[in-house]
């Protein structure tokens, strides 16, 4: 389904979401209205957006979305968080006064550790390959677990602007 999150629909839903919350609160937050169970269409919404996330927060550092092959735990972790955020937020039903959800926290904690990951703070836990960031055009490696950017310095112009 996803590229960091796996999930299925049904009566018995299986996934990192089912993991998480559970399929009976998966299939409260994320219905398939004909039957109430889970809704494929509507976790494959909410993946999608959360990757999404992912892939805003640790851009431009990283060439997102991250390769399969090295995505760390720390990183479906956060997608994970950011996903079941966003089916609470799918319903009023489980929101504040404030319309914030119950898992709030949570999601401002994968915010954060995304944004570690990002700033090299925070490295992912394993040897990830060096990937190219286009939009930073400097390349990403990792020294000691820790990601380090390189950018590229161009002498033909002005710097700063797009």
């Known amino acids: 389904m996803g590229r960091y999150l796996s999930q299925t629909g049904g009566t018995s839903a299986t996934g990192d979401l089912t993991q998480a919350i559970g399929n009976d609160r998966l299939s409260i937050l994320c219905p398939n209205t004909d039957n109430g169970t889970v809704s494929?269409?509507?976790?494959?919404?909410?993946?999608?957006?959360?990757?999404a996330e992912v892939n805003s927060l640790?851009?431009?550092?990283?060439?997102?979305?991250?390769a399969t092959s090295i995505v760390a735990d720390i990183v479906k972790l956060c997608a994970c968080?950011?996903?079941?955020?966003?089916?609470?937020?799918?319903?009023?039903?489980?929101?504040?006064?404030?319309?914030?959800?119950?898992?709030?926290?949570?999601?401002?904690?994968?915010?954060?550790?995304?944004?570690?990951?990002?700033?090299g703070e925070r490295d992912?836990?394993?040897?990830?390959?060096?990937?190219?960031?286009?939009?930073?055009g400097g390349v990403v490696y990792y020294s000691t677990n820790a990601f380090i950017v390189?950018?590229?310095e161009s002498t033909d112009g002005p710097s700063g602007g797009f």
């Open 150 to 152: 390189e950018t590229a």
């Open 40 to 51: 494929t269409s509507a976790v494959a919404t909410v993946i999608t957006k959360a990757e």
């Open 58 to 66: 640790l851009g431009p550092n990283f060439s997102v979305p991250v």
């Open 124 to 136: 992912m836990g394993d040897e990830a390959a060096t990937s190219k960031s286009s939009t930073v």
């Open 81 to 119: 968080d950011i996903a079941v955020h966003f089916c609470y937020k799918r319903t009023t039903e489980f929101r504040d006064d404030q319309g914030n959800t119950p898992v709030q926290p949570d999601f401002v904690e994968a915010v954060k550790r995304l944004k570690e990951l990002k700033s």
